[in-house]
């Protein structure tokens, strides 16, 4: 069984930083892409951040670009998702996923003004 555990979430004041994690169970990430979404009250799920297969490939959602940083240590089967910066608008619950096939609970995030 793959499981997915999300951890690193709270709250905090506009301009500080999280770091999330995702440890993975069950299955070996090495060659697998991982994502996060995220989940806000009242909207749509939308994408933040992926992390190819090879960890050099990355990709960001505009509005979190030059702000968030991910990043994956295979040997932990671990994703890091490393939050600065933040503002109200990046509340919302923060989800991970193994190659869209499998999703954790989440991790609420909340940034207070």
């Known amino acids: 069984q793959v499981q997915l555990v999300e951890t690193g979430g709270g709250l905090v004041e506009a301009g500080e930083s999280l770091r999330l994690s995702c440890v993975v169970a069950g299955q070996d990430i090495t060659s697998n892409n991982l994502a996060w979404f995220r989940q806000a009250p009242g909207k749509e799920r939308e994408f933040v951040a992926a992390i190819g297969w090879a960890a050099a490939i990355t990709s960001y959602a505009d509005s979190e670009k030059g702000r968030f940083t991910l990043s994956r240590d295979n040997a932990k089967n671990t994703v890091y998702l490393q939050m600065n910066s933040l503002d109200p608008e990046s509340t919302a619950v923060y989800c991970c996923?193994?190659?869209?096939?499998?999703w954790g609970q989440g991790t609420q995030v909340t940034v207070s003004s």
């Open positions: 996923t193994l190659s869209h096939r499998y």
